[in-house]
């Protein structure tokens, strides 16, 4: 059984867009993945650890423990053994609290591979290997979360090339999400239902060369 980590926000954990409600495991798109894979025959088991709001590196200054920096390491030493580590995260680099720019998130993204690489992991056991997902390109934002991502879609401009950037200087793979799916009509930041099952059949080429 190969042990997948997936660390995300709430683009990974479900959210329905427009509600607090969350997708089904078989409908978001790790439940999508994790299943595909298995059809094809993989034993492999898709770790969720998907916080809502999660940054890379920074703090929320309204809600304790999103900084994805914090406790990273630990995390993989829980779960090792792990064949693959998915780091999908950046969007909420992009609230209207902060300034950031993609230049800012991708050097998040940069510090949490850094962390990865130097968790303590028993001996023998292996070193997982990084997957780097871009999110894709965060349209104006709508609805109950408008005012939290106001002007989210201009500050996040270049943010896949970014990322990209960086995943190729450490020698991590790269998979960007824009490429496959648009956000939400609804909210202009989350994924709607066909999404969450577009992006998890579009995944399981990648990821399965990655962890066979």
Known sequence: MKQILLYADSLSWGIIPGTRGRFNFNQRWPGV?????????????????????????????????????????????????????????????????????????????????????KAPIESGMPHPRILVIAPPTIQVPKGEIAAKFEGAERKAVGLAAAIERVASENDCAFFDAGMITNTSRVDGVHLDLEQHQNLGHALADTVQRLVV
């Open 33 to 117: 993945l994790e299943l595909e894979l298995l059809r094809r025959g993989n034993q492999v088991r898709i770790i969720e650890d998907c916080l809502n709001g999660r940054r890379t590196v920074f703090e929320d200054p309204f809600k304790a423990g999103r900084n994805g920096l914090l406790g990273l390491e630990q995390r993989i030493e829980i779960n090792s053994p792990l064949s693959l580590v998915m780091l999908f995260l950046g969007t909420n680099d992009f609230q209207s609290m902060h300034n950031h720019t993609a230049w800012h998130a991708a050097q998040g993204i940069n510090s949490l591979i850094m962390a990865i690489r």
